[in-house]
């Protein structure tokens, strides 16, 4: 049974950093695209990011660009989301998953709350 | 990349059809053959309805079917029930390592 288990998410000042992480489990983690997907509250889900399987080459939504850092540890089947400069319009649920023609597993979610 | 379009609401009673356009550009929906549906219920995980324009993943039923006509894709629930209300939301693949999804879609059974 394939696993996706995010954790990191939580309360965050504007302008500070968090980290996502995601454990996958039950898949050749090596041989898939993964994906950071987000959704603020009663709004449409949004790309954040993309990471091939070789980690080589990324993708970056253009509200994060220079501010997110997609990653991946293939030896522990773990993705990363390094978050900084941290903005109020960055406050969603936060969902780990994996994607080919189509996002066919997704995890439970991380929410990130971006507040004073 | 912009979102692609979706009408805000649609409705139906139950037992009837409803259809769900999608619509993008050349550069996503008009350019691949790799559109795909979620399902998400309040509070829980998107669930993919339909993936690669038109095929269903195991244990979805066939009253959920798919079908594109240049840069718009639709999703069409026949025999609409209760359990049908949700949300839904298109995704197209944009080339390289993107993707794009759809504004989404509430659904309301009468």
């Known amino acids: 049974e394939v696993q996706l288990l995010e954790s990191g998410g939580g309360l965050v000042q504007p302008g500070g950093t968090l980290r996502l992480s995601c454990e996958v489990s039950?898949?050749?983690?090596?041989?898939?695209?993964m994906t950071w997907v987000r959704q603020a509250p009663g709004q449409a889900l949004e790309c954040v990011s993309s990471i091939s399987g070789s980690g080589h080459s990324t993708y970056y939504a253009d509200s994060v660009k220079g501010r997110f850092t997609i990653s991946r540890d293939n030896s522990k089947s773990a993705l990363y989301l390094e978050m900084k400069s941290l903005r109020a319009d960055d406050t969603a649920m936060y969902y780990c998953?994996?994607?080919?023609?189509?996002?066919?597993?997704w995890g439970q979610g991380a929410l990130v709350t971006v507040s004073s | 990349q912009s979102a692609l379009t979706q009408p805000r609401s649609v409705s139906g009673s139950p037992g009837q059809s409803v259809t769900i356009s999608c619509t993008g550009t050349?550069?996503?929906?008009?350019?691949?053959?790799?559109v795909s549906w979620y399902q998400q219920h309040p509070g829980k995980v998107p669930k993919l309805t339909i993936y690669d324009v038109s095929k269903r993943p195991s244990g979805v039923p066939d009253r959920f079917s798919g079908s594109k006509s240049g840069n718009t894709a639709s999703l069409t629930i026949s025999g609409l029930q209760a359990e049908d209300e949700a949300d839904y939301f298109c995704?197209?693949?944009?080339?390289?390592?993107?993707?794009?999804f759809g504004t989404g879609t509430k659904v309301t059974v009468l």
């Open positions: 039950g898949l050749s983690f090596s041989h898939y695209s």
């Open positions: 998953a994996k994607w080919s023609t189509a996002i066919d597993y």
């Open positions: 995704w197209s693949y944009a080339g390289g390592y993107s993707y794009v």
């Open positions: 050349s550069s996503d929906v008009g350019g691949y053959y790799y």
